[in-house]
Nanobody, 124 residues
Framework: QVQLVESGGGLVKAGDSLSLSCLAS????????MAWFRRAPGTERVFVGG????????DYAFSVKDRFTISRDNTNGAMYLHMDSLKPEDTAVYYC?????????????????WGQGTQVSVSS
């Protein structure tokens, strides 16, 4: 059973940077495609970005492209989300997700494993 634990959320000001971490266990990490989703208050959970295990290809939502960067550390079973130029509209609970398909998809349905989420709040 894959277990995912996020950390690194917090309260920051607009324009600040913040990094999130996701530690995975219970499966060979090099065979896990990893992704970040987020859910803002009153909205559905949406794709932020992902990185596949097959070729390391990354995909980002248009709203965060050029501001957010995903990386993974296969040695330590971790995925990271570095967020620059944060905006109040980035305020959400951020979730780590994983599955065994080789490339990162944008649909929640493509991910079987989820973390509990970590809150990111950006003040104006």
């Amino acid at each position: 059973q894959v277990q995912l634990v996020e950390s690194g959320g917090g309260l920051v000001k607009a324009g600040d940077s913040l990094s999130l971490s996701c530690l995975a266990s219970g499966h060979t990490f090099t065979r896990l495609t990893m992704a970040w989703f987020r859910r803002a208050p009153g909205t559905e959970r949406v794709f932020v970005g992902g990185i596949g295990w097959n070729d390391g290809r990354k995909d980002y939502a248009f709203s965060v492209k050029d501001r957010f960067t995903i990386s993974r550390d296969n040695t330590n079973g971790a995925m990271y989300l570095h967020m620059d130029s944060l905006k109040p509209e980035d305020t959400a609970v951020y979730y780590c997700a994983a599955d065994t398909h080789p490339r990162a998809g944008r649909s929640q349905a493509e991910y079987a494993y989820w973390g509990q989420g970590t809150q990111v709040s950006v003040s104006s």
